[in-house]
């Protein structure tokens, strides 16, 4: 019994040069679909008030800033820029609450019922 392996050791596949063509144009159509709807998605974003802006972490210059780019580039990537530094550069507030241990010389008050009723 003999087995060939002859078919697995063909060339590996070279695709043609319309191919790779149309693999580009494929592509570059993709990415400008993907602009144009995070363009639309920005545009809501214009419709938000001022107060639902801070609460993400973005201004109306941000806004106008990414406007101002080229059609051709991404205006999300500027906003997703700006809210992350706000978000690294915020003042950490710490809230010191009081102790729920009580301190080294507390006793428990007096009471006038039996024992196992304490404190």
Same mark, same amino acid.
């Given at each position: 019994m003999s087995t060939s392996f002859q078919g697995a050791l063909r060339a590996p596949y070279?695709? !043609?040069s319309f191919?790779?063509?149309l693999a580009g144009?494929?592509?570059?159509?993709?990415?400008v679909g993907q602009v144009l709807k995070n363009r639309?998605?920005?545009?809501?974003l214009a419709q938000l008030d001022d107060r639902m802006l801070t609460d993400i972490g973005l201004t109306r210059s941000d806004l106008r800033d990414a406007y101002?780019?080229?059609l051709w580039r991404?205006?999300?990537n500027i906003l997703a !820029?700006?809210?992350h530094e706000r978000r690294i550069n915020r003042p950490v507030i710490t809230l010191a609450a009081p102790s729920l241990v009580p301190d080294e010389g507390f006793t428990a008050p007096a009471?006038?019922?039996p024992a196992r009723y304490t404190v």
């Open positions: 070279q695709p !043609s191919a790779l063509v144009v494929l592509a570059a159509v993709r990415k639309h998605d920005a545009t809501m101002s780019e080229p991404d205006p999300t !820029s700006r809210a009471t006038n019922r």
